[in-house]
């Protein structure tokens, strides 16, 4: 699955929100029914895995713990415990708590971003604050990609 691009949507009063159709035929290729939902407090988005794509970055995140160490299992803990499965009705919309949408900033008008494996959802006045500015961002990308972009 190659997740990609912007795309403006609406929540409706419910916090129901249509998934994209690209998004969605990419899951239903992958024969991917469920997807893990994560919201990220510090940048203030929900993030969307494919079921199949959560469970080995929760296997690899495993795989970095030891879970006989106090602090490594409450850090696991914790970090699971803020995630649900979501599952899409048969419209194509996800529904979102109130208070996911309140986190989120999200009350009508929602910013879906695809980023590769998985797919974010934003309030797009949160996500250009988030995002680089174009100096800042080429400056970046040159550095990681050196001649490989031009």
């Known amino acids: 699955m ?6 403006d949507v609406k929540a409706d009063n419910k916090g129901r929100i249509f998934v994209p159709a690209q998004y969605r035929k990419q899951l239903e290729k992958a ?3 469920s997807l893990v939902m994560r919201i990220n407090r510090v940048l203030r988005c929900a993030e969307f895995f494919p079921m199949s794509v959560w469970e080995e970055l929760d296997k690899e995140f495993k795989s970095k713990l030891n879970m006989w160490d106090a602090k490594d299992k409450m850090l696991y803990r914790q970090f699971i415990s803020q995630v649900e499965v979501i599952d899409m009705d048969a ?3 996800i529904l979102l708590k ?4 309140e986190t989120i900033g999200i009350s009508t008008d929602a ?3 695809g980023v590769s494996d998985h797919f974010e959802l934003w309030n797009g006045e949160f996500l250009n604050q988030a ?8 400056k970046l990308m040159q550095e990681k990609m050196g001649n490989a972009i031009n």
């Open 98 to 101: 109130k208070e996911h949408c």
């Open 111 to 113: 910013r879906f971003v």
């Open 131 to 138: 995002l680089y500015g174009p100096e800042d961002f080429e």
């Open 91 to 93: 419209n194509g919309r």
């Open 2 to 7: 190659n997740f990609l691009g912007n795309i």
């Open 31 to 33: 024969n991917e029914t």
